[in-house]
C-alpha cells in the first residue's frame, strides 16, 4: 500500500457535489426540480459512475473507522459468537480464542481494499471489472447481492425478534419497522450514512456493557471436552463469512476521499474498526451462549435461537428499564443493514448495466421489498439460517478476493496508475475475465471436498475440519496467474 505525505490544501476541498449538480442540468425542468430537492435533502445521486478526482474532497479520514464499527455493534456480531458454543460445541476458551485470531485474519481483506476507494473513485465490484471483465464481473456481482439480501434479511429477523420481545407487537412488525429504517439511511447516501455511522455504536455500546454488567454472576465456563481441530476450523469458517465479506463493499465508502490519502492510515482506521466490535460482541455471545444452563430465564429466552429473548433475559435486573434497552438493541441492525442496502444498489448496477440509468435510491426501495418479503417468509428458522448462510460465504468470497488482489499486486505492480478509468465501462478495453472466472471455478475441486456443512461434509473436512476458504484463496492465487498470462498472451488486455 502507498502512504503519500503530501498535504491536501484546502482548495482541494470544493463542492463534492459538483459533478451531481452538473448531471441534473441536464434533465428536463420537473426532474431537475426534484432531484435538486433530493441533493439539498442531503440524498445522494450518483450510481456506479466513477467519482471524479475533483469530487474526491473528504479528508475526514476517521470516517470509515466509525461505518466499520457501527455496522458490526449490532445484535448479530452478538448472536455469530453464539454459534461456538451451540452449534460447534466449544468451550469458551476455545471459541474466544477462534474468534479472535480469525478476525485478525479475515479482516485484513476488508480493511486492505477500503484503501482503493480514494485512489480509482470506483465502487469495490467497479473494480472487480478489471480483474473478472464487463461480463464476467456478473457472477462475482449475482453472488454479492445474494450475500447482501442474505445478512440485510438476517438482521431483520434478529431486529424484529428483539423489537417484538419487549414491545407486544409480532415479529412480523419488527421487521418491517426495521427494515424502514434502514432504507431511510440507504436511501439518503453515504453523506447520511457516514453521519448516522458515526453516532450509531454509542448508545449500543451503553447497552452491551450493561447487559455483560446485569448479567455478570451468571456467566461460566462451563466443562467442555478438549476442542478439536475440525470444530476450531468449521467455526472459523462460519466467522470468516461473518467478516471477510465485507470486503465486497469495501471500497463503496471511501470513494468520496482524497486521492492523497495516507493508504495506511485508511487501512488502520478499517481494520480497528471491523476488529474492536466483532471480536468483542462475539466473544460476549459465545459467554452468553455457555451460561444459558445457569439460569433458567436466560435458557427460556434462547429458546429456539431466540438470541433477542437471551438479551433481554440479561437485561432482566435492570427492571422495566430493560424494554427501552431492548428497543435500542433491536435498532442495532440498522447501522448494518444500512451500508449493506446502499452497497447492494451499486451491485445491482453492475450486475445489470442498463440499471445505471435507474437512480439509486430508487434500486433501494426495491431492494427493501425483496429483504422485506424474505424475512417475514424465513422468520421461524432464523438459527439453523444464520449456520447455513454464514458457512458457505467465505467459499467465493474467497477465491474472488484472491484473482483480485492477484491481479492488482502481480499484473499491475500494485500501481492504481494502469487502471485507465476511461474504459470502466467499455467491454472491449477490460480483460475478458475468463482467467479469474476458470481459477476461480477450478479452485472449487478442492473447496468441495474440503466443506463441512449441515447438508454435506466433503471426504477432506470430515478428517480436518472445514478448510474450504482457505483452499479457495490458495488455489485461486495459484491457477490465476498461468491462467491471466495465457489470457494477456491471447487477447492483450
Not at 480509482?120 to 445474494?146: D, E, K, M, N
Not at 456493557?209 to 451468571?218: C, D, F, P, Q, S
Not at 482524497?258 to 471480536?279: D, E, Q, T, V
Request: one cysteine or more; a neutral charge; hydrophobic letters at 50%.
Amino acid at each position: 500500500m502507498d502512504s503519500e505525505r503530501t498535504p491536501i490544501s484546502a482548495k482541494d476541498s470544493d463542492d463534492k457535489n459538483s459533478s451531481e449538480i452538473s448531471e441534473v442540468q441536464n434533465h428536463p425542468a420537473m426532474k431537475q426540480f426534484l432531484l435538486k430537492k433530493l441533493l439539498t435533502w442531503g440524498v445522494e445521486l450518483r450510481g456506479i459512475h466513477p467519482v471524479a478526482v475533483q469530487d474526491r474532497t473528504e479528508t475526514h479520514f476517521n470516517k470509515i473507522f466509525f461505518i466499520w464499527l457501527s455496522a458490526n455493534t449490532n445484535i448479530l456480531s452478538f448472536s455469530t459468537g453464539t454459534l461456538g458454543p451451540v452449534a460447534f460445541g466449544l468451550g469458551l476458551r476455545d471459541s474466544c480464542l477462534t474468534i479472535l485470531f480469525f478476525n485478525l485474519l479475515c479482516a485484513i481483506p476488508p480493511a486492505y481494499f477500503s484503501t482503493w476507494g480514494s485512489k480509482l473513485g470506483l465502487r469495490q465490484l467497479c473494480l472487480t471489472r478489471y480483474t473478472f471483465g464487463y461480463y464476467g464481473v456478473t457472477v462475482p456481482s449475482l453472488l454479492a447481492v445474494v450475500t447482501g439480501l442474505g445478512f440485510c434479511v438476517l438482521n431483520c429477523i434478529l431486529g424484529g425478534q428483539a423489537l417484538a420481545t419487549v414491545a407486544n407487537i409480532s415479529w412480523t412488525v419488527g421487521i418491517v419497522i426495521i427494515s424502514l429504517i434502514s432504507l431511510f439511511v440507504s436511501f439518503c447516501g453515504l453523506k447520511v450514512l457516514s453521519f448516522y455511522e458515526r453516532c450509531a455504536w454509542i448508545p449500543i455500546l451503553i447497552v452491551f456493557v450493561i447487559a455483560a454488567a446485569a448479567g455478570g454472576k451468571h456467566f461460566v465456563d462451563a466443562a467442555t471436552p478438549p476442542a478439536t481441530a475440525p470444530q476450531v476450523l468449521n467455526f472459523g469458517a462460519t466467522i470468516a463469512g461473518f467478516t471477510l465479506t465485507w470486503a465486497i463493499f469495501s471500497s463503496d465508502y471511501t470513494t468520496y476521499f482524497h486521492p492523497r490519502a495516507s493508504s495506511w492510515k485508511i487501512f488502520s482506521y478499517s481494520y480497528l474498526g471491523l476488529n474492536l466490535p466483532i471480536i468483542t460482541l462475539q466473544c460476549l455471545g459465545a459467554a452468553a451462549a455457555i451460561s444459558t444452563s445457569t439460569d433458567p430465564d436466560w435458557e427460556t429466552g434462547f429458546t429456539d435461537g431466540n438470541v433477542g429473548g437471551l438479551v433481554d433475559a440479561m437485561l432482566s435486573p435492570v427492571g422495566k428499564f430493560r424494554k427501552f434497552l431492548m428497543v435500542l438493541v433491536s435498532l442495532s441492525v440498522t447501522a448494518n443493514n444500512a451500508p449493506t442496502l446502499y452497497s447492494m444498489c451499486m451491485c445491482m448496477q453492475t450486475l445489470f448495466p442498463p440499471l445505471v440509468v435507474v437512480p439509486r435510491y430508487v434500486i433501494s426501495l426495491f431492494a427493501t421489498v425483496v429483504v422485506l418479503t424474505l424475512a417475514i417468509v424465513g422468520q421461524h428458522k432464523f438459527y439453523a439460517t444464520l449456520s447455513d448462510f454464514l458457512g458457505i460465504l467465505g467459499y467465493w468470497a474467497g477465491a474472488w478476493f484472491s484473482a483480485v488482489t492477484v491481479e492488482h499486486l502481480y499484473f499491475r505492480k500494485g500501481d492504481f496508475s494502469l487502471y485507465d478509468l476511461r474504459y470502466w465501462n467499455v467491454p472491449s478495453e477490460l480483460p475478458l475475465g475468463a482467467a479469474a472466472l476458470g481459477a476461480s471455478a477450478l479452485s472449487f475441486a478442492l473447496v468441495i471436498p474440503s466443506m463441512n456443512q449441515v447438508w454435506y461434509t466433503g471426504p477432506i473436512a470430515s478428517k480436518t475440519g472445514d478448510i474450504g476458504f482457505e483452499f479457495a484463496i490458495a488455489v485461486t492465487a495459484l491457477l490465476y496467474i498461468p491462467l491471466r498470462r495465457l489470457e494477456l498472451r491471447w487477447r492483450g488486455i
